[in-house]
């Protein structure tokens, strides 16, 4: 658990959950933060099994997004099925049943309301897990019945420390860190893919987006706009390169990188709002 628990605030929130549960946890993280590891792992300790016997214990259900990219009734309604199902009854261990839902922000809204009945009324020993990236894509009554944990980066010196003992390469460690903006799984899958990592890709977009005039940024609208992911990514790495030169800059940079973090920031929302996307990236070129 080393692995992933290196922020010492989110090891102190998880193990006061696993030492007093309640019906339902909600676990908040960006993608690369370990959210599905991590679920397991308090699976793991909840019902006293070491990690490797999670698959084998028969009353756990894990749940995933489908091919649509969606959780629906259907899916829920298995959970019910699940749950119907008689469980040994013993005095020494409390929680016997857990439902893992990875990605809980999809979850449709009647999906979404089907979990919350369970949640209001929870059965016999039983705990539900989730995940999500948004939590602000769930009912506030479904977020008000779990307890919310969110994944916090971890300290910058204990990253580059573990990360160490991955690579003797210090340099591709201090860019990858720099370009996942702190978070480990990204960090690490930076450093395994190197230059074919998606953010890597983006970051190489970022900087020439950033040093060239306005014409050729317009340019750039159409390309960019076939390629939506890529814009994500895009818009990730200029909020996190301004992030960090704010840090340092001062005066006519200082103003420059605000500005930079603004337009980031209001073009992910237009980007949340599914706005038109060779809009959004106009709106973008033409701010930056």
Not at 141 to 167: C, G, Y
Not at 179 to 206: N, P, R
Request: one cysteine or more; charged letters at 20%; a positive charge.
């Amino acid at each position: 658990m080393d692995d992933l628990l290196l922020s010492h605030t989110t090891e102190q929130t998880v193990n006061s959950f696993i030492f007093n549960p309640g019906s339902g946890l909600l676990l908040i993280g960006s993608a690369g933060s370990g959210k599905t590891t991590i679920l397991r792992y308090i699976a793991a300790r909840l019902l006293d099994l070491d990690e490797s016997q999670i698959n084998s214990y028969p009353y756990i259900m894990q749940l995933m997004p489908n091919e649509k990219n969606s959780l629906g009734i259907d899916q829920i309604r298995a959970i019910n099925r699940f749950i119907s199902l008689a469980i040994p009854r013993n005095d020494v261990q409390q929680i016997k049943r857990l439902i893992l839902i990875d990605d809980a922000d999809k979850l449709t809204l009647e999906a979404q309301n089907a979990v919350l009945k369970n949640l209001e009324e929870p059965p016999y020993n039983t705990v539900f897990l989730l995940s999500c990236t948004n939590p602000n894509a769930l009912l506030a009554t479904l977020r008000s019945r779990v307890t919310q944990i969110r994944i916090a980066n971890p300290n910058r010196d204990a990253l580059m420390s573990h990360l160490e003992r991955l690579s003797p390469n210090k340099q591709a460690i201090e860019r990858a860190v720099g370009i996942s903006g702190g978070s480990i799984g990204k960090t690490i899958g930076i450093i395994e893919q190197d230059e074919t990592h998606t953010l890597a890709i983006a970051a190489k977009v970022a900087k020439n987006v950033l040093s060239a005039s306005l014409y050729e940024r317009l340019l750039m609208v159409n390309d960019l706009a076939k390629d939506p992911k890529l814009v994500n990514d895009l818009v990730t790495i200029l909020q996190q390169m301004a992030d960090i030169s704010l840090e340092k800059a001062v005066g006519a940079q200082a103003t420059r990188w605000k500005s930079i973090l603004n337009v980031a920031y209001k073009t992910r929302q237009y980007l949340e709002h599914r706005t038109n996307m060779r809009l959004t990236l106009t709106y973008l070129m033409l701010n930056l």
